[in-house]
């Protein structure tokens, strides 16, 4: 059994230097989780409740890869949906000679030419209003000749596989993660006085209002006038509704950990890998493709040695982050992952003290992996 005590020491100093109120880890390998811990408490206040493992977080941008680029796989397994479909045959919108060569690929590799960001939210609801818009947004640079990492694409890609499935995201997804846990025994529900628990392995979007006792704040909006608990912390999603291309998924590391096994399993082509892709899809959807996308795969990062899963990781390795101090990598060559939530966006999102967190816990787990 690995030591983790120097990756739980890391974790302990910043959270009494304050990068994070609360955080949550999983590690593990394709068969089961080697180590599951939560500290600090779910907000800076004396009597804050301690983060539990059981602890829901808001995942943000790993919306992106665990559910958006996941489904995508799923359905290009299925034929519905190709890398090549230029987005003018899914969005009607979508039109103009510059806008001709974009493809979903773009999409996933973030080169579509869209913008990184705007605040639609400001003046825009829900999908009849943001589609129109951003398909007619003026592209920054020519498709495929620079990567700009962009919510924006992902908001669209959201769009397109609603459309290509006929179902809404969070029912393609709640259908996978369903399939996930059919995987493992299924306890009777827990109950928290008059109201049902989630389960320790939630992954979905939306959580219950009822759950809220359970789930780390992000930040204190101004825009939406409250603390946010529960209700997803990036202000476009919100205005979608909490279901997005690239944001509103919520879990705790034990979800995110019931994701990674299976997906590590298939990257490894182990067998057994519950329905999430094919190796080969998986292969195709976490390597570089070359040109202009840099360090960027098909939804997927790569490892570079200034990534935020630090410098011991393999040159196969692939994950992501989320803005409010999550993230997910997964490594082939060492047969683990490691999932690291936090809330650092509590109460502010100014602080960024989690980029140095982040890469020495993750060199801290791979040196314990080594040792053994």
Same mark, same amino acid.
């Given at each position: 059994? %690995? +030591?983790? #005590?120097? *990756? /739980?020491?890391?974790?302990?100093?910043?959270? &009494?230097?304050? =990068?994070?109120?609360? $955080?949550?880890?999983?590690?593990?390998?394709?068969?089961?989780?080697?180590?599951?811990?939560?500290?600090?408490?779910?907000?800076?206040? %004396? +009597?804050? #409740?301690? *983060? /539990?493992?059981?602890?829901?977080?808001?995942? &943000?941008?790993? =919306?992106?890869?665990? $559910?958006?680029?996941?489904?995508?796989?799923?359905?290009?397994?299925?034929?519905?949906?190709?890398?090549?479909?230029?987005?003018?045959?899914?969005?009607?919108?979508?039109?103009?000679?510059?806008?001709?060569?974009?493809?979903?690929?773009?999409?996933?590799?973030?080169?579509?030419?869209?913008?990184?960001?705007?605040?639609?939210?400001?003046?825009?609801?829900?999908?009849?209003?943001?589609?129109?818009?951003?398909?007619?947004?003026?592209?920054?640079?020519?498709?495929?000749?620079?990567?700009?990492?962009?919510?924006?694409?992902?908001?669209?890609?959201?769009?397109?596989?609603?459309?290509?499935?006929?179902?809404?995201?969070?029912?393609?997804?709640?259908?996978?993660?369903?399939?996930?846990?059919?995987?493992?025994?299924?306890?009777?529900?827990?109950?928290?006085?008059?109201?049902?628990?989630?389960?320790?392995?939630?992954?979905?979007?939306?959580?219950?209002?009822?759950?809220?006792?359970?789930?780390?704040?992000?930040?204190?909006?101004?825009?939406?006038?409250?603390?946010?608990?529960?209700?997803?912390?990036?202000?476009?999603?919100?205005?979608?509704?909490?279901?997005?291309?690239?944001?509103?998924?919520?879990?705790?590391?034990?979800?995110?950990?019931?994701?990674?096994?299976?997906?590590?399993?298939?990257?490894?082509?182990?067998?057994?890998?519950?329905?999430?892709?094919?190796?080969?899809?998986?292969?195709?959807?976490?390597?570089?493709?070359?040109?202009?996308?840099?360090?960027?795969?098909?939804?997927?990062?790569?490892?570079?040695?200034?990534?935020?899963?630090?410098?011991?990781?393999?040159?196969?390795?692939?994950?992501?982050?989320?803005?409010?101090?999550?993230?997910?990598?997964?490594?082939?060559?060492?047969?683990?992952?490691?999932?690291?939530?936090?809330?650092?966006?509590?109460?502010?999102?100014?602080?960024?003290?989690?980029?140095?967190?982040?890469?020495?816990?993750?060199?801290?787990?791979?040196?314990?992996?080594?040792?053994?």
């Amino acid at each position: 059994m %690995a +030591d983790f #005590a120097t *990756a /739980r020491a890391i974790i302990q100093h910043a959270i &009494a230097q304050g =990068a994070f109120p609360a $955080a949550s880890i999983e590690v593990g390998t394709p068969e089961r989780p080697v180590w599951q811990e939560a500290f600090g408490r779910l907000t800076y206040a %004396a +009597d804050a #409740a301690p *983060a /539990r493992v059981e602890t829901i977080f808001d995942l &943000a941008s790993l =919306a992106k890869v665990i $559910a958006t680029t996941t489904l995508a796989m799923r359905l290009m397994e299925d034929r519905r949906l190709h890398l090549s479909d230029q987005l003018s045959a899914w969005l009607p919108e979508w039109r103009g000679a510059d806008r001709d060569a974009v493809t979903v690929q773009h999409l996933l590799t973030h080169t579509s030419g869209l913008p990184a960001w705007l605040p639609l939210y400001r003046t825009l609801a829900g999908r009849e209003e943001f589609q129109p818009e951003l398909s007619r947004l003026p592209l920054e640079y020519a498709a495929g000749t620079k990567a700009v990492y962009s919510d924006l694409g992902f908001i669209l890609l959201g769009f397109i596989l609603a459309d290509a499935a006929g179902a809404p995201l969070d029912v393609q997804f709640g259908g996978l993660v369903r399939a996930l846990q059919a995987d493992r025994p299924q306890p009777h529900a827990a109950v928290l006085g008059e109201r049902e628990a989630p389960p320790p392995d939630y992954l979905g979007f939306r959580p219950p209002a009822a759950w809220r006792p359970q789930i780390a704040p992000t930040g204190i909006d101004a825009w939406r006038g409250r603390l946010l608990v529960g209700e997803v912390h990036d202000e476009n999603a919100w205005a979608l509704g909490g279901v997005a291309g690239h944001a509103g998924l919520f879990g705790t590391a034990a979800g995110v950990g019931l994701f990674a096994r299976p997906l590590l399993g298939a990257r490894l082509a182990l067998g057994g890998n519950r329905g999430l892709a094919r190796p080969e899809t998986l292969g195709v959807f976490t390597r570089r493709p070359g040109g202009a996308a840099g360090s960027r795969a098909l939804g997927w990062d790569t490892m570079l040695p200034t990534s935020s899963c630090g410098r011991r990781m393999s040159s196969a390795a692939f994950g992501h982050t989320g803005f409010t101090g999550t993230s997910l990598w997964c490594d082939p060559a060492a047969g683990l992952y490691v999932v690291f939530l936090t809330n650092r966006v509590h109460p502010s999102r100014a602080n960024d003290l989690i980029n140095q967190v982040r890469p020495a816990v993750h060199d801290a787990i791979m040196e314990a992996f080594a040792a053994t």
